[in-house]
């Protein structure tokens, strides 16, 4: 079981003090918020992608994800999501990859459609057709980890010839691979049919339905013969504020909350805190309310917090990350491990890939010695 | 004997509320014409007043909280519905209309569907035609010919087509088409999703 912590980078006003942070402070404050993830022990840290303010999110995951790579030794770095949408497949392929050499493999993503419509034509694409576009290009993405050599064509990019994506996964093996969903049976039956990991955000709706969704990706999961229903890879968002005593902590965040992005000006925060995953108290109650999560979607894999949003200053995220790593995690590890059945696999990381592979292999793809007239690259071996 | 479940949608925001008074003789005389017919009939009444914090904050959050999801639900199951409002400014009332944008897409489809209003004054009478009825059709819902409309002065007047011989007409109207139609299966998401090799492009 993995924990972890995911962000949105959105730049929002604190709203105690009504000072926004500059995208530069934002920036620097999600590098320090990976690292100390580190340092207090998580095993995932994972960014979104975003291309619009009020987001200082990277436009390109990887170029933040190689800066923590580099500064860290264990952390599993990962996005919330990539956007599989409106990104090239071919530069997924090739950034991630690369991404995934610098970092040793410790590196796996999400895929996502994005929930902004206008985002889709700055990059040509039509949110009309952002389902396709997900089915589509992660189909082609899924080729190019896996095929040296790969001749495509389809409805939403120009067609391939003999094209050979690099560099080559690390160790022959492609990144592990997430669908993101919180609403979309569609996304779960994706997930389910290549075998790849489902995640739900889980934070903005009540378990009931995060438990269908999930449920629908196991049944599926299983139909297409990757395993027990039991066995799939299954992933949840939560989020939490603690502090030491439970009254403490519901002062101190509800301005926050009230104010919140998405949910902020809603319903009240004991309402939410009823209908949905957010838990705002003492670390007991955290670990009371997650330890109960695998009672709804079966044992799972990972298990990722969203804890520096809504204008939440980096010094009261450290210590909310302070907590999680020394209070909650290492108790919910020993409580999600009691009853947890044998077959029931771990969270995968780059290392069991490779062994599952039968061992590492080096999966570079030369080209041919006349490649400056630009003859089609081959397979050298 | 068939059962069938009427449930009745009151957007009326006093107490009491002739909103209510019109949806409450409407159903009356819907479930006399059913039971006449050998029918047996259960009703659920959901008055919008009491939902409407978590109507506003399904349209924030984007998901309904237990209370409403319950009356979301009992709208989608049932075999008929009967939709009051009072007129607020030329219109159904923002309640009314935001418990229906709450509500799945797909819900009312083919349902059959009594429509009544409250005002004042009788000169609002054809918002049941202008603004009801467009919004009914949107949601592709089956609305009965007859919708019945009351003012003040209906409520204490005796005249050959009084109120209570419109209610009679449209409650007549209404058990006829729901005996008519076929049983709707409600929609499940995640039993009627679509296998992925009809998901490709």
């Known amino acids: 079981m993995q924990f972890g912590i995911f962000t949105v980078g959105d730049v929002t006003p604190d709203p105690t003090t009504g000072r926004a942070p500059t995208e530069h402070e934002r920036i620097k404050a999600t590098v320090a918020i990976a690292r100390k993830a580190e340092e207090v022990g998580l095993d995932v840290f994972a960014t979104g992608e975003h291309h619009n303010p009020p987001f200082a999110a990277p436009a390109n995951p990887t170029v933040l994800l190689a800066h923590i790579a580099a500064q860290t030794e264990r952390l599993v770095l990962s996005t919330a999501t990539t956007l599989i949408t409106t990104n090239d497949p071919v530069r997924i392929a090739e950034d991630y990859a690369y991404l995934q050499h610098l970092a040793d493999g410790r590196v796996d993503l999400m895929m996502g459609r994005g929930n902004t419509g206008p985002v889709y034509p700055w990059f040509g694409k039509d949110i009309r057709e952002g389902l396709d576009l997900a089915i589509e290009n992660y189909a082609l993405l899924h080729r190019l980890w896996r095929e040296d050599v790969v001749s495509w064509e389809g409805k939403h990019r120009t067609p391939l010839q003999g094209f050979t994506s690099t560099p080559r996964p690390l160790d022959g093996v492609a990144p592990f691979v997430w669908h993101g969903s919180i609403r979309s049976p569609q996304i779960a039956e994706q997930a389910a049919y290549y075998g790849d990991g489902f995640f739900h955000n889980n934070i903005f709706w009540p378990i009931t339905h995060t438990k269908q969704m999930v449920a629908l990706y196991r049944r599926r999961f299983e139909h297409y013969g990757h395993g027990a229903a039991d066995q799939a890879i299954v992933g949840l968002g939560g989020q939490v504020f603690m502090r030491k005593s439970s009254q403490e902590a519901k002062r101190e965040f509800r301005p926050y909350f009230d104010n919140a992005p998405v949910y902020g000006h809603g319903p009240s925060m004991e309402d939410f805190t009823e209908q949905t995953p957010l838990t705002v108290g003492s670390p007991q109650e955290v670990i009371d309310r997650y330890a109960t999560m695998r009672e709804h979607v079966g044992d799972y894999q990972r298990q990722l917090f969203l804890m520096d949003h809504a204008g939440l200053p980096l010094k009261t995220v450290l210590e909310q990350l302070d907590l999680l790593g020394e209070e909650v995690v290492p108790v919910l590890r020993k409580e999600l491990a009691v009853g947890r059945p044998a077959h029931v696999p771990e969270a995968p990381t780059h290392a069991a890939r490779v062994a599952a592979a039968g061992g590492p292999s080096d999966s570079t793809v030369y080209a041919p010695a006349d490649d400056v007239t630009g003859a089609s690259p081959e397979v050298a071996r | ?201």
């Open chain 2, 1 to 201: 004997m068939t059962a069938r479940s009427v449930v009745a949608v009151s957007a009326g925001l006093s107490q009491p509320s002739s909103t209510r008074l019109l949806s409450d003789r409407l159903v009356a005389a819907a479930i006399d014409d059913l039971q006449l017919g050998g029918d047996s009939v259960t009703v659920r009444v959901v008055e919008l007043r009491d939902l409407a914090h978590q109507i506003t904050d399904t349209m924030l959050t984007g998901f309904a909280p237990a209370e409403l999801r319950e009356a979301l639900d009992a709208v989608a199951g049932a075999d008929a519905l009967v939709a009051v409002t009072p007129v607020f400014s030329a219109s159904y009332s923002g309640l009314f209309k935001s418990f229906f944008d709450v509500l799945e897409a797909k819900a009312l489809a083919g349902t059959p569907v009594l429509l009544g209003a409250t005002a004042g004054t009788e000169r609002h009478s054809l918002v049941l035609d202008h603004a009801l009825r467009p919004l009914f059709a949107y949601l592709g819902a089956l609305v009965v010919p007859t919708a019945v409309f009351a003012a003040s002065s209906d409520w204490g007047t005796a005249s050959s087509d009084s109120l209570g011989a419109r209610i009679e007409r449209a409650a007549g109207e209404l058990a006829n088409l729901l005996r008519a139609v076929p049983r709707r299966a409600p929609a499940d998401p995640f039993d009627d999703f679509v296998p992925f090799d009809q998901l490709q492009p």
